[in-house]
């Protein structure tokens, strides 16, 4: 990639990412402290919170002694993120693939001493449907928050990283062809460290 092709690209991330944070709230500037940061965070979560939540929900706030500004509701994910990950968490203990296999060879040795009934195929059928049902939304739900929170924490890592891009912050949010170009731009940083040097190597204790 040529110099005019990348500075296009780079103004093309940074005017992108420019219109996202001045529709999000004050401009971030890259000199800004942790102070700054947690102000623009606060700022955009009451834009959030305007946007998201009801008067029900402060009149359930109320109700319970709380504010319904969002600088006082405690730090806690919603109850149906807390479920999903809870039901997570036990799906994934391997007690529960145990118990899962004990429950199937029961089943089995039920419908043949009762000679595999059209109930017993019913209720299979229904509770493996269900269960497959149920943690298609807890899978879902539990990778991509995980999913999000590394990112989160790739962008905090490449952004304290001084000899870090600062272009690939949230790159996951930047159309098609800018990953594309990217991901070119990557290839060819390989394809030069890749090239065999000119100098000899260098003998240990010479």
């Known amino acids: 990639m040529g110099g005019g092709e990348a500075r296009t690209l780079e103004r093309a991330i940074l005017s992108g990412r420019q219109d996202r944070v001045q529709r999000a709230g004050p401009r971030i500037d890259g000199d800004v402290d942790g102070d700054d940061r947690r102000r623009w965070v606060q700022h955009r979560r009451r834009r959030l919170h305007a946007r ?7 009149r ?4 319970v002694g709380l504010s319904s500004d969002p600088a006082e509701i405690p730090e806690r994910r919603h109850w149906t993120s807390r479920l999903l990950h809870r039901v997570g968490d036990v799906v994934a203990n391997s007690s529960a693939g145990i118990v899962a ?3 199937m060879v029961i089943w089995a040795v039920i419908g043949a001493l009762a000679g595999f009934p059209s109930w017993w195929q019913t209720i299979l059928y229904c509770v493996t449907a269900t269960v497959t049902f149920v943690m298609v939304f807890v899978i879902q739900h539990t990778n991509a928050r995980q999913t999000s929170a590394t990112q989160r924490k790739l962008d905090e890592l490449l952004r304290v990283s001084e000899e870090a891009d600062n272009m690939l912050i949230a ?3 930047a159309p098609g062809d800018v990953l594309d170009a990217l991901t070119d731009l990557n290839l060819a940083d390989r394809a030069v460290a890749e090239e065999p040097s000119d100098r000899p190597p ?3 204790g010479s």
């Not at 998201?52 to 402060?58: A, K, M, P, Q, S």
């Open 52 to 58: 998201r939540h009801n008067g029900r929900l402060r």
């Open 60 to 63: 359930r706030l109320a109700r």
């Open 101 to 103: 296999a004990g429950l």
């Open 171 to 173: 790159v996951e949010e």
């Open 202 to 204: 260098e003998h240990i």
